[in-house]
């Protein structure tokens, strides 16, 4: 099977086809491209809490690497930037000992420091 985005542990090809015009802002016009996204990646997810954990971790980072990708359309990755509170909130949820504590942390401390280097970039 394409290991195309192998921080994801499910590679469903559908999935794949929608994290790939994410992450390369291939429909910058149709914003709702990642709402479909979130729906289909929690339709597949199970009850496992690690699975869920993971998922929602992968989906940050795609949404970050997708917002750190000054080549893109502004638009776009302000988008992704309004959206990538959505993994992180049920991240927060989903916390049950102090590793995953801290791992959140530095994943909010990550996206304050990208997001703060990126800002001049996204005003235009």
Same mark, same amino acid.
């Given at each position: 099977?394409?290991?195309?985005? =192998?921080?994801?542990?499910?590679?469903?090809?559908?999935?794949? #086809?929608?994290?790939? !015009?994410?992450?390369?802002?291939?429909? #910058?016009?149709? =914003?709702? $491209?990642?709402?479909?996204?979130?729906?289909?990646?929690?339709?597949?997810? *199970?009850? &496992? /809490?690690?699975?869920?954990?993971?998922?929602?971790?992968?989906? %940050?980072?795609?949404? $970050?690497?997708?917002?750190?990708?000054?080549?893109?359309?502004?638009?776009?990755?302000?988008? &992704?930037?309004?959206?990538? %509170? /959505?993994?992180?909130?049920?991240?927060?949820?989903?916390?049950?000992?102090?590793?995953? /504590?801290?791992?959140?942390? !530095? $994943?909010? %401390?990550?996206?304050?420091?990208?997001?703060?280097?990126? /800002?001049? *970039?996204?005003?235009?």
């Amino acid at each position: 099977m394409c290991q195309c985005f =192998p921080q994801f542990e499910r590679q469903d090809p559908a999935i794949n #086809v929608l994290r790939h !015009k994410i992450r390369h802002a291939e429909e #910058v016009d149709n =914003p709702s $491209l990642v709402l479909i996204w979130f729906s289909m990646e929690e339709a597949l997810m *199970g009850a &496992c /809490k690690h699975a869920a954990w993971s998922l929602h971790v992968a989906e %940050y980072r795609l949404l $970050l690497d997708t917002l750190s990708d000054d080549m893109l359309a502004g638009h776009w990755r302000l988008w &992704c930037l309004d959206n990538i %509170y /959505k993994p992180l909130s049920v991240l927060s949820r989903l916390v049950d000992c102090d590793a995953q /504590k801290q791992e959140l942390e !530095k $994943l909010f %401390y990550e996206l304050r420091v990208t997001s703060e280097f990126f /800002k001049p *970039g996204l005003a235009q």
